[in-house]
């Protein structure tokens, strides 16, 4: 498999560190992003980091993945319990998908407690905070062939 992981995130999530930091904590996207490139560069591992409040552009993001990516780690947000549509395109993408979401999901309202999503995902990761995406790398990077020899 493919040693690139494709880091996906959903609506609002450009808002993060000013969006309920109560819930979602203070770090911005860009630390995320920043943080996610340094543990991918430490095990060689390639990182694409996207983010979208537009369902089509997440689901061209999963399509384009396709081509030439061993995972997806995918942050859907509001999508997860909404959109049949990335669901049915990670159904048809063959490598790893891990769901990450900041917040414990099953903590808060009972309309969170359902993932379209995990319905494909190899893994879910909920209530790490943003250290959620840096474990799914790890687990990703793990599964992956291994990097070639320096
Ligand atoms: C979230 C949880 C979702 O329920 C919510 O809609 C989000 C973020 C999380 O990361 O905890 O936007 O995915």
């Known amino acids: 498999m493919r ?30 992003e920043r943080a996610c490139r340094a543990l991918g560069a430490e095990l060689g591992v390639a990182i694409d980091f996207h983010q979208s409040n537009r369902e089509y552009e997440i689901i061209d993001w999963i399509h384009a993945a396709r081509e030439d990516a061993g995972a997806i780690v995918i942050n859907p947000a509001a999508f997860t319990h909404t959109s049949v549509a990335i669901l049915d395109a990670l159904a048809a993408f063959d490598g790893l998908v891990f769901e990450v979401h900041i917040s414990n999901v099953h903590k808060r309202e009972a309309f969170r407690h359902h993932s379209y ?3 494909r995902a190899d893994g879910v990761i909920a209530g790490f905070g943003t250290q959620g995406y840096l474990l ?6 793990a599964l992956l062939a291994p990097a070639p020899a320096a």
């Open 117 to 119: 999503v995990s319905g």
């Open 3 to 32: 040693r690139k992981v494709v880091v996906l995130n959903g609506p609002n999530l450009n808002l993060l560190g000013t969006r309920q930091p109560d819930i979602y904590g203070h770090e911005t996207l860009a630390d995320v």
């Open 136 to 141: 799914a790398l790890r687990r990703a990077a």
